[in-house]
């Protein structure tokens, strides 16, 4: 079966950092590019940071950029991603996402998600 688990997540001050884990199982981890994508209340979710199944081509949205980091561990089944200089409007529910493209065929997973609050 397949199986995204978020962890890191929780209550951080403002001008804090997280990092949060996806631990995948279920599927080959390695054919698949990775993104996170958050949702907050009320709100569409997003994308937020993307990478590619080699680990290549890092994407970032533009809220994100100069201030996270999205990486991978092929070896550990395992997608990172870094936020640094929190701000209150980074509050949401994390989600992680595997995406595979063969052609005309896509194949997708989601996570459960990790809830990140940025409060004082």
């Known amino acids: 079966q397949v199986q995204l688990v978020e962890s890191g997540g929780g209550l951080v001050q403002p001008g804090g950092s997280l990092r949060l884990s996806c631990a995948a199982s279920g599927f080959t981890f390695s054919n698949y590019a990775m993104s996170w994508y958050r949702q907050a209340p009320g709100k569409e979710r997003e994308l937020v940071a993307s990478i590619t199944s080699t680990g290549g081509s890092p994407n970032y949205a533009d809220s994100m950029k100069g201030r996270s980091t999205i990486s991978r561990d092929n070896a550990k089944n395992t997608v990172y991603l870094q936020i640094n200089s929190l701000k209150p409007e980074d509050t949401a529910v994390y989600y992680c996402?595997?995406?595979?493209?063969?052609?005309?065929?896509?194949?997708?997973?989601w996570g459960q998600g990790t809830q990140v609050t940025v409060s004082s």
């Open positions: 996402n595997a995406q595979r493209t063969v052609l005309t065929w896509r194949d997708t997973y």
